[in-house]
């Protein structure tokens, strides 16, 4: 792994922001993230959190005394948190007697006056804070806020981070006060064309501080990041990266992997960045079937970090997908980051938990995070309970091809999204897009995503949800030539034959032509379904009628030699404001195999009954 160097390459993620704001001249910009977070020393921030909704961008507005002076400290703003110094004072907020939100969590779910708002919402939280030692450092890490936000803390800007679903920070040292540290966190949902996604997705845009918030301390200097996996291509050699930040950029780190035998000590260059390779031939390698998990130890100096590892190897070969050097078969489900009971973005542990409980249930050995990064408990779930996983960046449908800007900021949602899963051996594939139309432009910038995310890590697996067409003199030949397909691992897509592109009698008549010898990978079959509604196999919505076009489409995919494996969409209802349908839809996409009460729907068991088959036939 090259040294993973963040710079203002990332500008999508982390801006190198000169503010001139109220005649405050500020240069900040968003740390790099800090690896594995919860292995730190950390002091949570969730809970409730004082809010000022502000559809209207009142919150910067600073009123002035005249003459206006630019350079004089503003006395507005809401990211000032200020108090009337006396009953003379003209303040017209207040956060402390303002109604609060959950942290982390969408707005939309937790206030039904918010459930559409999309906009602005000013959050505030204090917090004291006294580090363990004076030469330590601090920082507060978001697992991930949608869509921007703008962090103040005590008045002052820490900087801009700007995608949804991925992990962001900043280094407070030396800013904070022993006690009643204000941080104010502006954050706005406002869907934007040149933004990834773009205005248009068929799912719900929970705006928020939606994942946990920690303010996190370390040693002054410690191991900001690190990739520990086999080296590509082998199951006896390991691979090993880090990086240190700090003064003391080339103290040795000591490596140890007790349950295996190993240790080893790493000699950072003059920036910090080490790398070795180890011989580890006694690894028991992980799969879904032994997910075996080995502690892995760093100590550099004072900091000392544990992680829970799998290691094993993924690539494909010819059609083939082999794991571990053998040929597998993905039986999968495609998941949406979504309470399945209340609706709302899920963010924890016990939620990841559920969902990913539902797809062993299902028979799964895999399940496609759809359509964005999921949060961090999930990757870790799965390496714990056996799971493959694709992962995604929101590079969704209509994207703004041809902006210099959205193309940085997908890259650094992809390279934010690396970062911090690359330990995790359940995730094999990097997904950069789901359906996007064939164009030159739109060709060059998933290449250049592709180019992203091997630059970061040659481990895994690279696709995307890739277009189909159909022939034009044969509505029953479908065509997969998609030229993006040249620089994937796998030939993955979308089909929808039975739903939105006629019945599921269709279904025994399709044939295929593919332009690539690869793997397929069907990333989306299905149909919509209201839990409880039954009627014959014709009638839409109808349990029935999902269930009879999943066995129409099982039986109609095994025609395809190279055919191994299939996400369908989806394992829960999701809300999406795209689905009006009253009595039916009423806001929520009904494709899931899962009603939104948690009760599994017929189709659920035509697919389980599926993967029980495929599971026990000889490989
Ligand atoms: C598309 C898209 C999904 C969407 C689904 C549907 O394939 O990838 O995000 O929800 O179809 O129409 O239900």
């Keep these: 792994m090259p040294p993973t160097l963040f710079s203002g390459a990332q500008a999508g993620r982390g801006f190198r922001l000169v503010l001139i704001f109220s005649g405050l001249a500020l240069a900040a910009s968003a740390e790099p993230t800090l690896a594995n977070v919860n292995a730190r020393a950390t002091t949570s921030l969730n809970g409730k959190w004082h809010v000022i909704v502000d559809p209207y961008e009142n919150g910067y507005y600073d009123y002035r005394r005249e003459p206006y002076d630019a350079a004089a400290k503003p006395t507005g703003g809401y990211f000032l948190d200020h108090r009337p110094a006396d009953k003379t004072e003209l303040v017209e907020y207040d956060f402390d007697s303002s109604p609060t939100l959950n942290v982390p969590g969408d707005w939309n779910s937790q206030d039904e006056k918010l459930f559409y708002y999309e906009g602005t919402v000013w959050y505030r939280r204090r917090f004291d804070c006294a580090p363990s030692d004076p030469t330590h450092r601090l920082f507060l890490h978001f697992g991930a806020a949608n869509y921007l936000a703008d962090v103040y803390l005590n008045g002052r800007k820490l900087g801009r981070h700007i995608g949804g679903f991925t992990p962001f920070e900043f280094e407070i040292t030396g800013l904070v006060k022993p006690a009643g540290n204000s941080l104010v966190v502006r954050v706005d949902n406002t869907r934007h064309a040149d933004a990834v996604p773009t205005v248009n997705t068929d799912w719900w845009n929970y705006g928020g501080l939606t994942r946990d918030v920690t303010l996190v301390e370390t040693p002054a200097t410690f191991v900001r990041d690190y990739h520990v996996q086999l080296k590509q291509g082998s199951t006896d050699r390991l691979e090993i990266q880090l990086q240190l930040d700090g003064p003391q950029k080339q103290l040795a780190v000591a490596l140890a992997i007790p349950e295996a035998g190993l240790t080893a000590t790493l000699e950072p260059d003059t920036n910090g960045v080490a790398s070795l390779e180890l011989a580890a031939p006694a690894l028991a390698l992980w799969s879904p079937e032994q997910p075996r998990l080995y502690t892995v130890t760093l100590t550099a100096g004072a900091d000392h970090l544990t992680d829970r590892i799998g290691f094993r190897a993924i690539a494909v070969r010819g059609a083939d997908i082999l794991l571990n050097g053998r040929s597998v078969f993905l039986r999968g489900i495609c998941l949406h980051e979504e309470n399945p009971f209340r609706?709302?973005?899920?963010?924890?542990?016990?939620?990841?938990?559920?969902?990913?409980?539902?797809?062993?249930?299902?028979?799964?050995?895999?399940?496609?995070?759809?359509?964005?990064?999921?949060?961090?408990?999930?990757?870790?779930?799965?390496?714990?309970?056996?799971?493959?996983?694709?992962?995604?960046?929101?590079?969704?449908?209509?994207?703004?091809?041809?902006?210099?800007?959205?193309?940085?900021?997908?890259?650094?949602?992809?390279?934010?999204?690396?970062v911090r899963d690359r330990n995790r051996a359940s995730v094999i594939i990097w997904s950069v897009a789901n359906e996007t139309p064939v164009s030159e432009p739109?060709?060059?910038?998933?290449?250049?995503?592709?180019?992203?995310?091997?630059?970061?890590?040659?481990?895994?697996?690279?696709?995307?949800?890739?277009?189909?067409?159909?022939?034009?003199?044969?509505?029953?030949?479908?065509?997969?030539?998609?030229?993006?397909?040249?620089?994937?691992?796998?030939?993955?897509?979308?089909?929808?034959?039975?739903?939105?592109?006629?019945?599921?009698?269709?279904?025994?008549?399709?044939?295929?032509?593919?332009?690539?010898?690869?793997?397929?990978?069907?990333?989306?079959?299905?149909?919509?379904?209201?839990?409880?509604?039954?009627?014959?196999?014709?009638?839409?919505?109808?349990?029935?009628?999902?269930?009879?076009?999943?066995?129409?489409?099982?039986?109609?995919?095994?025609?395809?030699?190279?055919?191994?494996?299939?996400?369908?969409?989806i394992l829960t209802d999701f809300r999406s404001p795209r689905r009006p349908l009253p009595h039916v839809q009423d806001g929520w996409n009904r494709k899931g195999l899962i009603g939104e009460n948690g009760t599994k729907k017929q189709a659920f068991y035509v697919l389980q009954k599926f993967y029980e088959e495929k599971a026990a036939a000889k490989p």
């Design 343 to 418: 609706g709302g973005r899920a963010y924890s542990e016990a939620e990841a938990r559920q969902l990913l409980g539902w797809a062993k249930e299902l028979g799964c050995n895999f399940v496609r995070l759809a359509h964005y990064p999921h949060n961090e408990h999930v990757a870790r779930v799965a390496d714990e309970l056996g799971l493959l996983l694709w992962e995604e960046i929101p590079v969704y449908w209509t994207i703004a091809w041809d902006n210099p800007a959205t193309l940085a900021n997908a890259k650094a949602q992809l390279t934010d999204l690396v």
């Design 442 to 569: 739109r060709t060059r910038f998933l290449k250049t995503l592709v180019d992203t995310a091997r630059s970061l890590d040659d481990g895994r697996l690279v696709s995307a949800a890739m277009e189909v067409h159909t022939d034009p003199q044969d509505p029953n030949h479908k065509i997969v030539d998609d030229p993006f397909g040249a620089y994937t691992d796998l030939l993955s897509f979308n089909q929808y034959v039975g739903w939105y592109d006629g019945l599921p009698d269709k279904l025994p008549l399709v044939r295929w032509t593919l332009a690539y010898e690869k793997p397929v990978v069907i990333s989306e079959f299905g149909a919509d379904a209201l839990q409880g509604f039954h009627a014959d196999k014709l009638t839409r919505f109808s349990e029935e009628y999902q269930a009879d076009l999943y066995a129409k489409t099982l039986a109609m995919l095994q025609k395809i030699p190279q055919w191994r494996g299939a996400t369908p969409w």
